[in-house]
């Protein structure tokens, strides 16, 4: 009998030890499954170490824990992640970049160890992520950048018990509801690391609010758009700390005093919206141009006058550095002189109704700079007093005829819109003997007899008219030649 009950207890203990290795068998087999299917997409695992790696290499990793998955840029679609719950032990997902929407990431609940999760870049993922995120209690990083969330709902994730780091954007949204407000700051304070991504839009933030924000991870920041925020000396000191591509200033509490403790340095580019309504503008034209040079150590180069803003470049942009949103008036004779004092090359005026008293200042000054008018119009009764001027540029929408006067230094001449020059037209241009460069952009065709004028243009070494006879193109070349080499001939002669 003895040997009967040990021989069913043996049975017994076969029969647990059996079916239990049948459970986890099929639930490696069920692992085993997702994972191979994740590898499938583009995907990688990687598993937890421990002292039996070599076993597990030469299984196919069969027995082995599964806690990362790397699914970024992978061709995992929605629906996609159905089966991750069988990865229990999973405490890494990234997903960056590839086509899951919100009822992928409720997947997720199902898998309880979860600690770090990165969803940036997944246009499909809403709001309405929100929910399933905070039922994951163990996320301790997220990232959820260049997705759709509003910035708005990004506060409640501040709910999450032991959320440390969390990556985001705050892009403009029209909505005001949707948009990043202080209030949602001050809920997100509450995470140890913070960093925001790429354009972030600020909108109602007060003083304190800015400074919170400011001491955020920024490292990866690209511009920074403050809307009607309150700038106080603190917070303006606080924006000076940051480093960005731009800096765009909205209708902020903002004045002149303040403006010098934004260092323009930390910044590739910097536009300011005066506030509306104001009886003053917020910050002047003379607040902003004493604020130049410490953004400008290669001094200003060129100022374009528009209406209802004013645009500052360097000596090293391309385009404008510096923009100023301010109701427009007529330039004054000591706001001039300041930009000329800090090394103004280039003036481009283009507001009408004050262009003739703009015109008359410059005249007055007589600066040898280069100078664009929107409508030529304006610039004849001035122009015999600008003999020191070196480059003109007109554009204009009628069609009239030019009216040059001798004895000017021009080097340089573009003339742009509706011209149809004819032999008249050459004929006043060549009254500027020391023109060697000479741009046309032209309606009509021009030809040999047309252009023959130029002939008297000794300086003359680079021609562009947009429409030529084969004839007058042949002539140009040949003029601009001689030119050129009557130039080279001086410069190396004795």
Request: proline share 4%; charged share 25%; hydrophobic share 40%.
């Amino acid at each position: 009998m003895k040997r009967i009950r040990f021989s069913i207890r043996t049975l017994l203990l076969l029969a647990v030890v059996t079916a239990v290795g049948i459970v986890v068998y099929q639930r490696h087999a069920r692992i085993h499954s997702t994972v191979k299917r994740f590898e499938s997409l583009g995907g990688t695992v990687r598993y937890r170490a421990s002292v039996l790696d070599g076993f597990h290499s030469r299984t196919g990793h069969f027995w082995a824990t599964p806690i990362e998955v790397q699914l970024s840029h992978s061709r995992i679609h929605r629906g996609g992640l159905v089966g991750i719950e069988h990865l229990e032990s999973l405490e890494r997902l990234y997903l960056n970049r590839t086509g899951i929407a919100n009822d992928d990431v409720a997947e997720l609940v199902k898998c309880k160890r979860l600690k770090r999760l990165s969803l940036w870049g997944n246009h499909n993922i809403t709001s309405g992520a929100i929910e399933h995120l905070l039922t994951c209690p163990m996320l301790e990083a997220l990232d959820v950048h260049e997705t759709r969330i509003n910035p708005s709902t990004l506060g409640r994730l501040s709910d999450l018990p032991r959320l440390s780091r969390l990556v985001f954007s705050t892009d403009f949204y029209y909505q005001e509801s949707s948009r990043m407000n202080g209030s949602v700051m001050r809920q997100l304070a509450s995470i140890d690391q913070l960093q925001p991504v790429g354009s972030c839009f600020l909108w109602d933030f007060d003083a304190d609010e800015i400074q919170m924000f400011c001491q955020t991870d920024t490292s990866r920041l690209d511009k920074l758009l403050l809307r009607e925020c309150e700038l106080t000396d603190q917070a303006c000191r606080a924006i000076s700390a940051l480093r960005a591509r731009e800096l765009d200033l909205q209708l902020c509490d903002l004045d002149d005093r303040r403006l010098q403790r934004i260092d323009p340095t930390r910044f590739g580019r910097i536009d300011i919206a005066n506030r509306k309504g104001t009886v003053r503008p917020d910050i002047t034209l003379e607040g902003i141009t004493a604020w130049l040079p410490t953004g400008m150590p290669s001094g200003l180069r060129a100022v374009g006058v528009y209406d209802g803003y004013v645009e500052f470049m360097d000596h090293l942009s391309t385009r404008w550095k510096y923009r100023l949103t301010i109701p427009t008036q007529p330039l004054s004779r000591a706001l001039l002189q300041k930009w000329l004092d800090l090394g103004l090359k280039e003036l481009d005026l283009n507001v009408e109704e004050n262009l003739a008293r703009d015109l008359e200042l410059v005249a007055a000054i007589n600066p040898p700079i280069d100078l664009l008018i929107r409508n030529h119009l304006f610039v004849w009764p001035f122009l015999s007093q600008m003999d020191q001027l070196q480059r003109l540029t007109l554009y204009n929408d009628v069609s009239t005829p030019l009216r040059f006067v001798d004895g000017l230094s021009l080097r340089s001449l573009s003339l742009y819109g509706r011209f149809y020059p004819n032999k008249g037209t050459f004929q006043e241009i060549a009254k500027l003997k020391q023109l060697s460069w000479l741009h046309l952009r032209n309606r009509n065709l021009v030809t040999m007899e047309d252009v023959q004028p130029l002939g008297a243009l000794q300086h003359l070494t680079t021609v562009r008219i947009s429409k030529l006879t084969p004839e007058a193109e042949a002539f140009l070349e040949r003029l601009c030649a001689a030119n050129e080499t009557a130039v080279s001939g001086s410069v190396n002669g004795p």
